[in-house]
């Protein structure tokens, strides 16, 4: 490895980020103005290692994905491979390559057992927007084309296309968004630290619930073509819904007849202690997105799961579906992805997170709880919140929103560990290979990172 180790001009490129590199979801002015970008060059493990040979503890698995971990050699010799012996050709006209159908008929072997087809595309957003695509087809080829509205929920994140943004109920998004797509509608999070108010979590999960079920009437349940939602939701501040919440969203997409999409892209492949987040909640889904930990990052590719009711009637009645992406199952990426569930399979690396990790984390969160800028913390699996407040007892947060997040986030960085700040809710989601030691040294950062934000912030 250490051969292959370069040295890197790391001022020189700062200055040329700087010059020429739009970043995503950045505030360019913000960042130049703290002097520009941190140069991260290597990785290992769950170490990132950045142009001055610092070393960060990446409690984020990148941006929720490496799951395997940094530096994996089979997988980068999965693609060398595959690229030499086809590096690319396309599925559309009547043809297919050995690591799209393996991975097809894999991915398949770990869906519920009503799903045995799978589509591939390159994003989570890109496979939200396939699952959207889908829910209008089915409906057109079971003689329903009227079925067009679809729920979601506020604070959700389904990608950043302009269905993606349209599926999400990110209001920043929605605002730079020009006109999103009409048909599409947000009701409630089950976010009960937040909105729970004096209701008890079990009552709020079905106070949330029924916001879907009230929307479906006002819009008329025989116009509503699907509901779509996270098991847990990521990027809206890891919030794990009480547990009364699924099953009445199960019960009302049954009852009027609704399509449900689970959107995995964060919790499938073992972030939460299953193959995918839905075994958690009983969900019975429809449809399926998954991405990020499906190669764990190391080459773009995620994939819709569509179960036999949606692909019976769109391949008896739906003739030709018009719809795909140049790189659908580009082969690369499906050898290194099939690797990849390899990797999780011979590790055991869900079984590790159910039985171990995940317990482990779930316990040494706990030494947050009576920090006086924490409200609560949670965990399910390897995906967890910490969530920051300027009053305990009334759960009172800090304003603007965002500003304690990020005072902590920066701390954190600071002291070389990286947990994301979704708002005033620090968020963890490390790699699934996570040793208990490397667990206690990310709360050893936290906590220093805590006190530290707690004295800028006047809290004490
Ligand atoms: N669905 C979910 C649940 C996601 O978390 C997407 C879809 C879109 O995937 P792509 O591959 O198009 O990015 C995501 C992505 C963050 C952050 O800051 C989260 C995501 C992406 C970028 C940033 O937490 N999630």
Redesign the pocket.
Known sequence: MSEMIRNYDVEALVKSDTAHHLHP?TDHKGLHGEGGSRIITRAEGVYLIDGHGERILDGMAG??CVNVGYGRQELAEAAYRQMLELPYYNTFFKTAHPPSIELAEKVASKLPADFNRVFFAN????A?DTNLRLVHHYWQSVGKPEKVNIISRENA????TVA?ASLGGMKPMHKQGGKLIPSIHHVMQPYWFKLGGDMDPAEFGLHAAKQVEEKILELGPETVGAFIG?PIQ??GGVIIPPETYWPEIQRICKQYDILLIC?E??CGFGRTGTWFGLENFGIEPDLI?M??GLSSGYLPI?ASGVSDRVADAVMENGGEFYHGYTYSGHPASCAVALANIEIIERERLVEKVADETGPYLAEAIKRFDDHPLVGETRTRGLIGAIELVKDKKTRARFEPDGKAGTVCRDEFFKRNAVM?A?GDTMVLSPPLIISKQEIDALFDIAEESLDAAAAKLGVM
């Open positions: 979801f941006l929720w994003s989570g957003s890109e939200n994140y389904h990608g950043s993606g996270e990521g990027a959107d892209v964060i997105t991405a990020k995620a994301r979704c």
